[in-house]
């Protein structure tokens, strides 16, 4: 049974750090593996996707890799911001159009 | 904006009420799905279906009945609910054998 697992659950940061977000996963076959964006008490918003024969994704200040083989992705965020503030979840594709999700990284960026 | 509308946002029914949840999304697409989102669980994908037939069904309590009339609607009906069916319900759409999921902005519901 594919299970999904982020660390850490939240995370508190000044503005300007740079960010690591982590996802670990137990089943490689895997088709690809995404990386959303979730505000308080609203719908996902999809920030990456990257293939399983891919290594890495990059959308402005983001920047998602994928380890196949060791079961891992980590999302990278340069000179976070306030708005960055959010939770962060991380799914794996398996079968039909089939998500398994993480429980999600919850960040807070303060001025 | 998604593309995909949730209707209501908000809901609370007790126990003995029915209550129908609707989802339409405005992108073209051929698969739809409901996922439930409790406090500190991960996302549950609850149904599935493409091109109007289900082709997911992850163990749902019968509570919960879908209804998908065509491609550009979803409905979860619900019945008898229980205080822990309370959770975030989003609806979700995608191209038949597409890899990305198009949210909507989910329904809270609080069963009392």
């Known amino acids: 049974k594919q299970e999904v697992t982020q660390i850490p659950a939240a995370l508190s940061v000044p503005e300007g750090e740079n960010l690591v977000l982590n996802c670990s996963f137990t089943d490689s076959a895997i088709y690809n593996l995404q990386w959303f964006r979730q505000d308080p008490g609203k719908g996902l918003t999809s920030l990456l996707l990257?293939?399983?024969?891919?290594r890495e994704q990059t959308s402005g200040r983001l920047n998602a890799s994928l380890d196949k083989s060791s079961g891992r992705s980590t999302l990278y965020i340069a000179a976070s911001q306030p708005g960055d503030s959010a939770t962060y979840l991380c799914a794996v594709h398996r079968g039909y159009n089939k998500l398994i999700f993480g429980a999600g990284t919850r960040l807070a960026v303060h001025p | 904006e998604t593309g995909v509308t949730q209707t209501p946002r908000h809901l609370v029914m007790g126990m003995t009420n029915k209550k129908s949840l609707k989802c339409e999304q405005h992108l073209g697409h051929n698969a739809m799905y409901w996922y439930k989102q409790s406090a500190k669980k991960p996302l549950e994908l609850m149904f599935v279906y493409s091109l109007e037939e289900r082709v997911e069904n992850n163990s749902v309590p019968s509570r919960f009945s879908p209804e998908c009339p065509n491609s550009s609607h979803l409905f979860l009906h619900l019945h008898t609910l229980q205080p822990e069916d309370s959770a975030l319900y989003l609806c979700?759409?995608?191209?038949?054998?597409?890899?990305?999921?198009?949210f909507g902005p989910g329904t809270r519901l609080l069963v009392l």
């Open positions: 979700a759409s995608s191209p038949t054998g597409g890899q990305t999921q198009y």
């Open positions: 990257i293939q399983s024969s891919q």
